[in-house]
C-alpha cells in the first residue's frame, strides 16, 4: 500500500486529488459564513485572511494549508520553492570560475558578464582541443579534462541563468507595449470607420432630389387597363 502511494504521489500525471468531491456550492457558502463570523468576532476587515480552526470533516479541505516550514515543496516528481533563487555552485559541488555575487563590484570594478562569458567560450575551446589531443595520445588521462570542460560548461550556463530576471522585465515590458500598440490600433480603426460613416451620412443628407422624382416615388400607381387583353380574346373567339 504504501509503494502504491509512493508511486501515486510520485507519477507523471498522478489522478486527481480525492477531495475535489468537497467543493460543493454548499460546503464553499458554509465556509464563507464561518469565516464572515470569525472575521467580525476577531475584528478583521478581509475574511479571507482569516483561518478557521476546528472545521468539520467536509470543510477542511476548503481551507488551503498553511506554508510549508521549510519553504519547499514537491509537485509531478519536481521539487519547488517559495523563495524563486538560483542555487549557488557550491551547494551542486560545483567548481567556481567567477566571482560571487558578494565580491562583484568591488574596488569601482564593475562586474562584464559578457566579458566573463567570452572567457569561458574561449576556454571551453581551448579545454576541447587539449581533449582530443589527450584522447590521441593517452586516453586514460582524459578523464580530468572532461570534468574540466563540464565545470566550464555549468558555470556557463549558470551565468546566464543570472540574466532571467532582466529577461523577464524585459518579455514583460515587449508583451505590454505590443498588447498598447494593438489596443491603439484598433481604437484609431474604429475611429476612421466612424468618421467615414459620419462623411457618408452628411453626403446623403446633402443631396438635392427633383420633385419629378419626388412625386413619382412618393404617387402610387394606377391600376392598368385590362381593355386590350379583353379585345385580343374577343378575336380569338370570334375566329373560332
Known sequence: MEEEQAQQVSSTWPP???FWRS????NLARIDELRKQQAEREGIEDASKVRLQG??????????????????????????RLKDELPRLEDMNI??????????????????????????????????????????INPEAAEQKTQDIRDLFINFHHLINE?????????????MQAQLDRTRAETNAIRDAKDKAERIMEGLGSLKVEDELVSNLTTPKKKESWSYEREAWSSVVADL
Open 55 to 80: 472545521l468539520p470533516r467536509e470543510l477542511r479541505n476548503l481551507q488551503p494549508p498553511l506554508e510549508p516550514e521549510d519553504g519547499s515543496w514537491r509537485v509531478f516528481g519536481d521539487t519547488y
Open 163 to 175: 540574466y532571467r530576471p532582466h529577461q523577464a522585465r524585459e518579455s514583460l515590458i515587449s508583451m
Open 95 to 136: 567548481r567556481r570560475l567567477f566571482p560571487n555575487p558578494e565580491e562583484r563590484d568591488q574596488d569601482g570594478k564593475h562586474f562584464d558578464r559578457a566579458l566573463i562569458l567570452k572567457r569561458l567560450a574561449k576556454s571551453l575551446l581551448l579545454n576541447f582541443l587539449e581533449l582530443t589531443g589527450l584522447l590521441a
Open 16 to 18: 486527481p486529488p480525492p
Open 23 to 26: 467543493f460543493t456550492t454548499e
